[in-house]
């Protein structure tokens, strides 16, 4: 998979990418991740991306051109199967989607900044709109680093036991179970005893009961689809 992202601020992307499963995805080659800066395509001798808003209202926009140029050099270069802005007002961010993206070959991500982007960017080449949740951060940079994250710890190879992927919460629209290592009693606070059974069935039917009761506890919501 490869994965280019678009952003104002590169060096807000380096260390997500510079570190732990990431970083091993990258030195695998399961992933390239390239990072593009938009200043490199801004308008005159400033290199200006943002500019004031026609209509006149507080903030600036991100000016169509630089990125308009950016994604049309990108796009001459390779076929995207998706071009993801990312935008507090997109689709909320679940595992499902996570899954979805994981299965492309490549996708091009922008991150937005100020008061948005020009629309016409968004009704022109934006093919997916994803919001990691109901709040309004700076830019859409560290939005999209967890968007990768959820994306490339899917791919197969990338963690060490390829199981793990498939046991974790909301994989399976349940939450995961509790888990525990040594030491087994610490101080009194024992763990549960048919995790050091050994028997394997009845660890396996012990998770699954704790996965619905947590759900049923904490997401509910989860468990009416
Ligand atoms: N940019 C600003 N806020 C965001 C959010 N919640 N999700 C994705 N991108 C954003």
């Known amino acids: 998979m490869r994965i280019d992202i678009i952003t104002v601020l590169p060096h807000l992307l380096e260390s997500p990418f510079s570190d732990s499963i990431l970083k091993r995805a990258q030195k695998k080659e399961l992933v390239e991740i390239r990072i593009h800066d938009l200043r490199n395509y801004g308008i005159g001798k400033h290199k200006q991306v943002d500019d004031y808003q026609f209509g006149g209202s507080a903030g600036m926009v991100m ?15 390779r076929d995207y199967d998706e071009i993801i802005y990312m935008a507090p ?43 990691i949740g109901d709040y309004v951060l700076s830019g859409g940079e560290l939005a999209a680093a967890v968007l990768c994250d959820a994306v490339i710890r899917l791919l197969p190879g990338v963690l060490n036991d390829e199981t793990s992927a498939l046991t974790d919460s909301f994989q399976d629209g349940l939450l995961a179970p509790p888990v525990y290592t040594r030491p087994a009693d610490f101080n009194g606070w024992k763990v549960p005893e048919i995790l050091t059974s050994g028997n394997t069935k009845k660890i396996e039917k012990w998770r699954q009961e704790q996965s619905h009761k947590i759900t049923e506890e904490k997401r509910p919501d989860l468990l009416k689809d």
């Open 63 to 77: 000016m169509i051109e630089p990125i308009a140029n950016c994604i049309e050099k990108l796009n001459s270069e």
């Open 89 to 131: 007002d997109g689709e909320t961010l679940g595992q499902k989607t996570a899954n979805e993206l994981s299965l492309k070959e490549n996708l091009l991500i922008l991150c937005g900044h100020y008061k948005g982007i020009d629309q016409r960017i968004r009704d022109h080449f934006i093919t997916r709109e994803i919001s």
